[in-house]
């Protein structure tokens, strides 16, 4: 039986640089404020990027998060269409989890819809279709057209509906109840479907579920969505697996007597090409393990590993990413170079196979943009930056895995920066202080156990960020 203490995360608005290639800096480097993050500058110009920039302008969005959110909506289908491919034929869904934050009143809804219509629409035309052929045949068996998303549920009722959808999920929505049915009291569900693995749910009244799961989620909410994200992920690896934003909001700065449309061409070409995905989920729905995949060439894996080489050096304790939220996001940054690289290319019409190098060299930029801005963001946000007595902490609680005040006391009391401190008698009351200053951050967690008894054996400290 434990009990968890952990508060929550600052909300900050900042912006973040253009990283197209750096060199690795040192890793006790401050992070500098004020520069543009700019995913779109790494995607080839197609159709896609030029929609996706159109929308941004129609909507008065950022356009970082308006590519977040078309990707997301993308994938949403296209997981149930296609997957891709690790070296060793192991397949990976398409599903991507993404959470752009900006606050009310900024045409979030309207982006979300300019993505989800051609889908909308293909579930529209298969709702017609399926009424047309019941009238007309009394015999006709087959099941209604399931929707694609789902906008609010809680966890049990979205587990049980996928014995409807084969184990398919997606989420989507614009406004704050979507967080949630993310963060709901089991996050196993959101887990397991980010990477096709198995479920198994047993439900006292309702039909359990046993399969692979596959999902998608697309939550465009308010601020501080992230910092909910963050705090209900607790060292699960639920953040991880979301692509967050929280880019400065365009409210102030719109001129309403300008209006703008996304361009007709780019319009009906992204419609097109995702009604047709839509189409393909409903018609020929099949098993995870059984949809055609795309692959990834030598040489684009090659350039993964090498992307993997210069993020290692982050990931030791005392580094950029030792962080056990940043460790997680920047230890595995495959699964989303994989993820967008076949979504991108999906939108630029390139039949399953071999994708081209160009759609994973612009995946592996952005990627390596978005570590470094989320680095930054947590920063601003008060989950790192931490001082050098919080630094001692983190090293120390990091290398014993859990520990107590006491232990942390007798071994850090004579250790520098705290040997300085003066008097020495201040030295107890200022490291309980730094601790408690860990835990109001997120990055440390302090639990209580008890034995079978109901009598506490101690609370230990333990990170969680």
Known sequence: MDTLKSAGLGDTVITFPNAAKRTTKPLEAEPESGYPLDLMQHI????????????????????????????????????????V????????PLGEYVAPCNPSATSKSRCLKAFQHPIQQAIKEAVKAWKKEKEQ????AEPFPQGFFVTNSSTAALDEKLNDTQGYFALASAEQGLVNTITGASNDLMLLGFNGDYHHSMRASRNGYHGLVVGAVTCFAQEGAINTILQRSEGSGFAERFLMLNEATLLGTRDHHKKFYPQEYVQNTYNRIVHDLANTA???????????????????????EEFRKEIEPHLGDGGKYSTLTLRSMAGKPDMHIMKIATLLALLDEHKVGIIPDQWVIAAINMMRDYLEYMYRLM??????????????????????????????????YQAKPWAEITPKSAVGQQMYAAIDGLISKGIVAETESFDSKGNSTGRLLRLIA
């Open 282 to 304: 409903l018609q020929q729905p099949l098993d995870f393990d059984e949809l055609p995949s795309y692959r990834i060439s030598n040489k684009a894996w090659w350039l993964i």
């Open 137 to 140: 045949n009394e015999e006709f």
């Open 379 to 412: 920063v601003m946000m008060g989950a790192m930056g931490t001082t050098a007595y919080e630094d001692s902490l983190i090293e120390y609680i990091g290398k014993r895995g859990t520990c107590t005040r006491r232990q942390i006391r007798q071994a850090k």
């Open 85 to 92: 491919q690790y070296p060793n034929g192991e397949l990976l």
């Open 44 to 83: 080839p110009d197609c159709n896609f990027k030029t929609y996706v920039q159109d929308v941004a302008k129609m909507c008065w969005l950022p356009v970082n998060s308006v590519l977040l959110v078309g990707l997301g909506v993308v994938s949403s289908v296209a997981c149930r269409a296609y997957a």
